[in-house]
């Protein structure tokens, strides 16, 4: 049995700043790509960023510049610093993981629960 456990979320003015975290936990033999994606009311779920295990980072054009994605490989989890947020920025925000439960297994997706970040004008 595989969770993700997304915290972090919560109500801040434009311009500020939240720290989403998401930490996996379980049969876990390894981890590959970890990211978070966000939906809106009325929309559908898009990408945030991505990281890959050895760190590579890939980012929405919506959030390069302000939000950062980085991973504590031994502890499991991944993080998301999302600075100067505007109002567009207010979603459910949903991470993921690519988990292996063993060596001979290939990787199944995981996600999390959902983290409500609101921004307010």
């Known amino acids: 049995q595989v969770q993700l456990v997304e915290s972090g979320g919560g109500l801040v003015q434009a311009g500020g700043s939240l720290r989403l975290s998401c930490a996996a936990s379980g049969s876990i033999f390894g981890i590959n790509a970890m990211g978070w994606y966000r939906q809106a009311p009325g929309k559908q779920r898009e990408l945030v960023a991505t990281i890959t295990s050895g760190g590579t980072t890939t980012y929405a054009d919506y959030v390069k510049g302000r939000f950062t994605i980085s991973r504590d490989n031994a502890k499991n989890t991944v993080y998301l610093q999302m600075n100067s947020l505007k109002p567009e920025d207010t979603a459910v925000y949903y991470c993921?993981?690519?988990?292996?439960?063993?060596?001979?297994?290939?990787?199944?997706?995981?996600w999390g629960q959902g983290t409500q970040v609101t921004v307010s004008s």
């Open positions: 993921n993981a690519d988990i292996a439960l063993s060596v001979v297994l290939s990787t199944v997706r995981y």
